[in-house]
T-cell receptor, first 115, second 116 residues
Framework: AQTVTQSQPEMSVQEAETVTLSCTYD???????LFWYKQPPSRQMILVIR??????QNATENRFSVNFQKAAKSFSLKISDSQLGDAAMYFC????????????FGSGTKLNVKP | GAVVSQHPSWVICKSGTSVKIECRSL??????MFWYRQFPKQSLMLMAT?????????EQGVEKDKFLINHASLTLSTLTVTSAHPEDSSFYIC????????????FGQGTRLTVV
């Protein structure tokens, strides 16, 4: 079974600075998808960034980028120029490419942004 | 991104009654819908996955007879909590995915269920 682990329950960052959230996963599959989702206080889940395992290039979306290390099964999220609106719970997620029904989330990291 | 509408956003029911939660994909056909349960300050626990026209696949430890899932069309899935008890009180979230639309899933707003 696939498991997703986020070892940082809570992180804090100063506004305009950079923060990195960690995620590791365990799988025996070679092809899969990884995601970072954001859950603000409204509890609406929002996709931040997506990475296909077959792609070596790290995904980027404006201020958000990932460091995908397939061999190490690591998938960290870097937020640059942090903004107050970035404060939220961040969840790392795994989806199997062989069985689309398998879509699992990590335990989450609460990000605080200090003004 | 695509829109998923979940209804109701909150519901209070008496112990022993049943509650139905709807999840609709508004602008795409959802071949797969996921139902999650989220406890306060915790992660999303996958309860079951449903594919249109097929029986739902439940995760280990989730009672099939308690949490009835129906995916009757490509735009609608429902979760019915039968004979609800206070321990069923939680935040329930659905998400929908289309294989034609890519790998990501789109989430509903969630439903806060309180059983009194």
């Amino acid at each position: 079974a696939q498991t997703v682990t986020q070892s940082q329950p809570e992180m804090s960052v100063q506004e305009a600075e950079t923060v990195t959230l960690s995620c590791t996963y365990d799988t025996s599959e070679s092809d899969y998808y990884l995601f970072w989702y954001k859950q603000p206080p409204s509890r609406q889940m929002i996709l931040v960034i997506r990475q296909e395992a077959y792609k070596q290039q790290n995904a980027t979306e404006n201020r958000f980028s990932v460091n995908f290390q397939k061999a190490a099964k690591s998938f960290s999220l870097k937020i640059s120029d942090s903004q107050l609106g970035d404060a939220a719970m961040y969840f790392c997620a795994y989806r199997s490419q062989y069985n689309f029904n398998k879509f699992y989330f990590g335990s989450g990291t609460k990000l605080n942004v200090k003004p | 991104g695509a829109v998923v509408s979940q209804h109701p956003s909150w519901v209070i029911c008496k112990s022993g009654t049943s509650v139905k939660i709807e999840c609709r994909s508004l602008d795409f056909q959802a071949t797969t819908m996921f139902w999650y349960r989220q406890f306060p300050k915790q992660s999303l626990m996958l309860m079951a996955t449903s594919n249109e026209g097929s029986k739902a696949t439940y995760e280990q430890g989730v009672e099939k007879d308690k949490f009835l899932i129906n995916h009757a069309s490509l735009t609608l899935s429902t979760l019915t909590v039968t004979s609800a008890h206070p321990e069923d009180s939680s935040f329930y979230i659905c998400s929908a995915a289309s294989e034609q639309g890519g790998s990501e899933a789109f989430f509903g707003q969630g439903t806060r269920l309180t059983v009194v």
